[in-house]
């Protein structure tokens, strides 16, 4: 059974910087394609970021330019740097771990964006 902890959640202003880290507990997570999601409230979960095995990112719209996904394989972490926050990023995030058929979800965490 895999385990993804998610951590650094909180409030922030408007245009401030934050980071959130997800650390899993298996070894497969360097072969797994990482993502973060988000789920405001009244609203479904939408993708925010995803990263592969390789590197390769994948960002939303809304997020282009101001988000930065990124994974270490050493520390079985992958992370999202919030940068320049909205109120519209308001949300729960989850992290998620994916390889072939095998989908795995975090606890999540809060991120309230406001003044």
């Known amino acids: 059974q895999v385990q993804l902890v998610e951590s650094g959640g909180g409030l922030v202003q408007p245009g401030e910087s934050l980071r959130l880290s997800c650390a899993a507990s298996a070894s497969i997570f360097r072969i797994s394609t990482m993502g973060w999601y988000r789920q405001a409230p009244g609203k479904q979960r939408e993708l925010v970021a995803s990263?592969?095995?390789?590197?390769?990112?994948n960002y939303a719209d809304s997020v282009k330019g101001r988000f930065t996904i990124s994974r270490d394989n050493a520390k079985n972490t992958v992370y999202l740097q919030m940068s320049s926050a909205k109120a519209e990023d308001t949300a729960v995030y989850y992290c998620?771990?994916?390889?072939?058929?095998?989908?795995?979800w975090g606890q999540g965490t809060q991120v309230t964006v406001s003044p």
């Open positions: 990263i592969t095995s390789g590197g390769t990112t």
């Open positions: 998620n771990l994916r390889l072939m058929s095998a989908n795995y």
